[in-house]
């Protein structure tokens, strides 16, 4: 009795939820699969969509005005943050703390300023803001982990692999938007995902996640497999390479 | 043009990377070392990680020092029973090196260790080779006439027991502190990234007194031996030889290494060992300062099990 309570509650809500939101988003991304080739020298992403009526939905076209947030973040990796500190008179790593989960590749696009288009706090709980992370981060070792982890935001920032731009996404019109996401060359490799929040008078209206992968290609995929599979071939090739190279210099260079 | 380096994950310039690939081979080719003490600190400068720079110069120093170990090698200036011996002990402390290597990545002092090391060993042979080199230098000048010390000349380690006849290097000497050098070098080598030449070359000479026609080329086949192990034992242990990197400073460092060994000709022993001994020394501040000095950044950090596999 209770269940089929709480069924129709929930099935209620959802034809609630669906008449107050008409709006979903169509679109994608102009690259499913990035490849790291010899050339490799970062990449830019086309991030595209548009805003249209959702299916069921009774109006025919939808209103503006709408703001958007895509949050990027590459696959997780563990990292540890070190605090150099003055001991004996010489600068050593004094504090460490271990991120355990931690995304390696975080950029946050946004249609405008994150405080005008939603409440910080909500923005905050769905980790769209940079320094906040799911609860699978967890942090390990001695020091202050809540400094250490805006460290290690700051330091992610320095190396462009985790950032905000607040002017990324721009709208060509009411309903259609686009956006550019740069990789820098040592972009991590792995899987992607790409989530599209949509805000209308700062309520979220409409959700979208996206995946895309970064993988080596070709020659750099091969070296890269070859050195964690087989590791004793990769290093007597190394050495096989060096002592040719050494004897052809010679040869060469003969006087 | 950018190249891409897989382990590294990360591309740099080509140019720049022959370029100091064959900058270091000049300076190799013309003092007779193998360049890995200026390589290594460079390397990690241009923002490549320290342990992938560290593995992949070990392959570029066994490149650079075969070229060298061949030309002595023709010149009949390697004691192979000697090298022999350096060599196996020098491998024993190559994988001793390596599990330190390893150990201290881990627990996050790893950078230490290697500017402390740097600091202690360029620092004190850089001065040695300086005092050395400016006194023969200023004696020169004074017209006096400076009595070498000569290799039959005996110190305290010839009284050592177990000793053994290298029949080229004109010794009679024990096998403790033959032993105790390779190991030395061998676990330096691969814990620096360094070849060790420039330790090795003082010990022999100044420590088992091998006459100067084989010093160099026993370390060259010493130096190749312990830096091929390293490469292995890297590319097992952690994974960072990049085939890439090392292959591009191979290439610069081969041909750079002729272009010293022509230059050297034109300069006199002395003053090529005080020369030497300043770069030596330079990098020996570059790093005390690192440690003395306030970092502009006191934090730093480092991933693991990102950016590997495919």
Not at chain 2, 71 to 85: N, T
Not at chain 2, 234 to 256: E, K, P, R, T, Y
Request: hydrophobic letters at 50%; one cysteine or more; proline letters at 3%.
């Amino acid at each position: 009795m209770t269940r089929a309570i709480s069924l129709m509650v929930l099935a209620f809500g959802l034809a609630l939820s669906a008449a107050a939101h008409a709006e979903k988003i169509v679109g994608g991304l102009s690259d499913r699969q990035i490849s790291i080739n010899s050339g490799f020298a970062g990449e830019r992403l086309t991030l595209y969509g548009n805003v249209e009526p959702d299916t069921g939905a009774t109006e025919a076209r939808v209103a503006g005005p709408f703001d958007v947030i895509v949050v990027v973040t590459g696959p997780v990796s563990d990292r540890v943050v070190w605090r150099k500190d003055n001991r004996f008179g010489i600068w050593i790593n004094a504090e460490e703390v271990r991120f355990d989960n931690f995304p390696s590749f975080k950029w946050v696009l946004a249609s405008g300023k994150l405080s005008d288009i939603a409440d910080p706090a909500y923005l905050d709980e769905q980790h769209i803001v940079l320094n906040s992370f799911s609860d699978l981060v967890q942090a390990t070792g001695f020091g202050n982990v809540v400094s250490m982890r805006s460290q290690l935001v700051r330091l992610m920032e320095q190396k462009q692999l985790f950032g905000v731009d607040e002017k990324g996404i721009v709208f060509q019109s009411n309903t259609l938007y686009s956006g550019q996401l740069g990789l820098p060359s040592d972009v991590p490799n792995g899987s992607f995902l790409a989530e599209t929040y949509l805000f209308k008078d700062k309520v979220l209206v409409a959700h979208k996640a996206e995946g895309f992968s970064v993988r080596k290609a070709g020659f750099e995929r091969f070296v890269g497999e070859a050195a964690h599979n087989y590791p004793l071939l990769y290093g007597l090739t190394c050495v096989i390479l060096a002592v040719t190279t050494g004897w052809l210099g010679r040869l060469v260079f003969r006087r | 043009m950018q190249i891409y380096l897989p382990i590294a994950a990360l591309s740099l310039n080509l140019f720049f990377l022959v370029g100091i690939g064959g900058a270091v081979g000049f300076l190799s080719g013309l003092f007779g070392v193998g360049g890995g003490f200026l390589l290594t600190p460079l390397l990690i400068f241009s923002g490549i990680p320290a342990p992938v720079a560290v593995a992949s110069v070990t392959g570029q120093v066994a490149a650079a020092s075969t070229s060298g170990a061949l030309s002595y090698w023709r010149r009949g200036g390697v004691d192979l029973h000697l090298a022999l011996y350096l060599v196996l002990s020098g491998i024993i402390g190559a994988f001793g090196g390596v599990a330190a290597f390893a150990a201290l990545r881990a627990g996050g002092q790893l950078d230490l260790v290697i500017s402390v090391g740097y600091l202690v060993f360029l620092g004190s042979v850089g001065g040695l080779m300086l005092i050395e080199a400016a006194r023969s230098l200023l004696h020169q000048q004074r017209g006096m006439v400076v009595r070498e010390k000569l290799p039959h000349q005996h110190n305290w380690v010839h009284g050592l027991p177990m000793r053994i006849r290298f029949k080229r290097s004109k010794l009679y000497v024990s096998v403790l502190p033959v032993l105790g050098i390779g190991v030395m070098i061998g676990f330096l080598g691969s814990l620096l990234g360094i070849g060790g030449g420039f330790i090795l070359v003082p010990a022999l000479i100044y420590i088992l007194r091998v006459p100067g026609s084989v010093v160099i080329g026993t370390s060259l086949v010493q130096v190749l031996a312990i830096m091929a192990a390293s490469t292995i034992l890297h590319a097992i242990n952690s994974q960072s030889v990049d085939i890439l990197l090392a292959f591009c400073l191979m290439v610069g460092g081969v041909i750079g290494a002729q272009f010293g060994a022509s230059a050297s000709q034109y300069l006199r022993g002395e003053q090529l060992r005080l020369l030497l001994a300043l770069l030596v020394l330079a990098v020996a501040v570059r790093f005390a300062v690192a440690l003395l000095i306030a970092p502009a950044d006191a934090y730093s950090m480092s991933g693991f099990g990102v950016g590997g596999g495919a």
